[in-house]
C-alpha cells in the first residue's frame, strides 16, 4: 500500500515567519502534487512537480521534488494569514494500463496569525 | 470559482434515511471522483468513473452507490448509512485518466449522520 506522510501535522505561526512542509514516502512517484484547501472549499491544484530534483517557485512558495521521487517539500518565505489553510501532497502513480492514480498524503494544516 | 459544483453543500440525515449527492462538472473533463474526507485521516478515494465507466471501487461498503448518467454528471446514492460516515464528501474531475493533470475539486457536501 502507498502512503504519503506529512509533517508536521499542525503549524502555527507568526506573519512573516518562514516554514518547510514535508511529503515522505517509501513509494517512488511520477510526479507529485500540491494543493491547498481552504475551511469550506475543496482543495485546489498549486503545483506538478515531475522530474526528480526538480524546483518550482510560486511566489513566495517553493516546491521541491526529491531526487528519488519519493519525497519533496514545500516552502513557504514570509508567511501571510492568507496562507492559512490545509495543505494537501498527492503522489501520481502509473498503472499498467497506462491510467494514473492519486495517492493523497495525510495533510499539514497552517495557520498564520496577524 | 469552481468549475465543478456539489449539492447540497450540507446534510443532516438519520441513519435509515435515503438520500443522494449531486456533482456538476462544467469543464467537459471524462473522469470523475468521490472521495471522503475525514478528521485526522487522509483524503479516501472511494469511487472513479472515466467515460461514465466505473474503473474503481476502493472497497466502499455497499450502502454508498454512486451512478453516473453522463461525463458532466456524478451521484454518490446514500442509504442506511452509519454514524462513522459522517464526513466531508468530496468531487473531482479531471480531463480523463491518462494523463498527468491536475484534479479540479468541489466544495463538498458536509454528511453529519444522527
Known amino acids: 500500500t502507498q502512503l504519503l506522510e506529512q509533517s508536521p501535522q499542525f503549524l502555527s505561526i507568526q506573519e512573516g515567519e518562514n516554514l518547510t512542509v514535508y511529503c515522505n514516502s517509501s513509494?517512488?512517484?511520477?510526479?507529485l502534487q500540491w494543493y491547498r484547501q481552504e475551511p469550506g472549499e475543496g482543495p485546489v491544484l498549486l503545483v506538478t512537480?515531475?522530474?526528480?530534483?526538480e524546483v518550482k517557485k510560486l511566489k513566495r512558495l517553493t516546491f521541491q521534488f526529491g531526487d528519488a521521487r519519493k519525497d519533496s517539500s514545500l516552502h513557504i518565505t514570509a508567511a501571510q494569514p492568507g496562507d492559512t489553510g490545509l495543505y494537501l501532497c498527492?503522489?501520481?502513480?502509473?498503472?499498467?494500463?497506462?491510467?494514473?492514480?492519486?495517492?493523497f498524503g495525510t495533510g499539514t494544516r497552517l495557520k498564520v496569525l496577524a | 470559482e469552481t468549475g465543478v459544483t456539489q449539492t447540497p453543500r450540507h446534510l443532516v440525515m438519520g441513519m435509515t434515511n435515503k438520500k443522494s449527492l449531486k456533482c456538476e462538472q462544467h469543464?467537459?473533463?471524462?473522469?470523475m471522483y468521490w472521495y471522503k474526507q475525514s478528521a485526522k485521516k487522509p483524503l479516501e478515494l472511494m469511487f472513479v468513473?472515466?467515460?461514465?465507466?466505473?474503473?474503481e471501487n476502493n472497497s466502499v461498503p455497499s450502502r454508498f452507490s454512486p451512478e453516473c448518467p453522463n461525463s458532466s454528471h456524478l451521484f454518490l446514492h446514500l442509504h442506511t448509512l452509519q454514524p462513522e460516515d459522517s464526513a466531508l464528501y468530496l468531487c473531482?474531475?479531471?480531463?480523463?485518466?491518462?494523463?498527468?493533470?491536475?484534479?479540479?475539486f468541489g466544495d463538498g457536501t458536509r454528511l453529519s449522520i444522527l
Open positions: 512537480v515531475v522530474t526528480g530534483g
Open positions: 469543464l467537459g473533463h471524462n473522469a
Open positions: 513509494s517512488v512517484f511520477s510526479s
Open positions: 468513473y472515466n467515460f461514465k465507466e466505473q474503473t
Open positions: 498527492a503522489g501520481v502513480s502509473i498503472y499498467t494500463s497506462g491510467t494514473y492514480k492519486y495517492i
Open positions: 473531482a474531475s479531471s480531463q480523463d485518466l491518462l494523463g498527468n493533470q491536475p484534479q479540479h
